[in-house]
């Protein structure tokens, strides 16, 4: 069964970094994706970033030029270095896995950006 540490939520004023981290165990094979979703109040479930085995990343256009992703693939481990926080950003954040047709949820961690 495939579980998620995650960690580096929390409370920053706009403006502000914080770096979220998300280790999955339990698997005894390399994902092909590895990424980040985040959910605002009241609002849908949207993909934020992800990273490839082969090491090509994405962002949404809406934080490209703010936030980096990284994975270190070995470890099963990504990465998420969000810089210049805005209110906008406010969000529970969900690291996931997937390969083939499978996808693997963590458990979620609250990233609420206010003065």
């Known amino acids: 069964q495939v579980q998620f540490v995650e960690s580096g939520g929390g409370l920053v004023q706009p403006g502000g970094s914080l770096r979220l981290s998300c280790a999955a165990s339990g698997s005894s094979f390399s994902f092909s994706y590895m990424g980040w979703y985040r959910q605002p109040p009241g609002e849908q479930r949207e993909l934020v970033a992800r990273?490839?085995?082969?090491?090509?990343?994405y962002c949404v256009d809406e934080v490209k030029g703010r936030f980096t992703i990284s994975r270190d693939t070995a470890k099963n481990t990504v990465y998420l270095e969000m810089n210049s926080l805005k209110p906008e950003d406010t969000a529970v954040y969900y690291c996931?896995?997937?390969?083939?047709?499978?996808?693997?949820w963590g458990q979620g961690t609250q990233v609420t950006v206010s003065p």
């Open positions: 996931y896995a997937s390969k083939n047709s499978a996808t693997y």
């Open positions: 990273a490839s085995s082969g090491g090509s990343t």
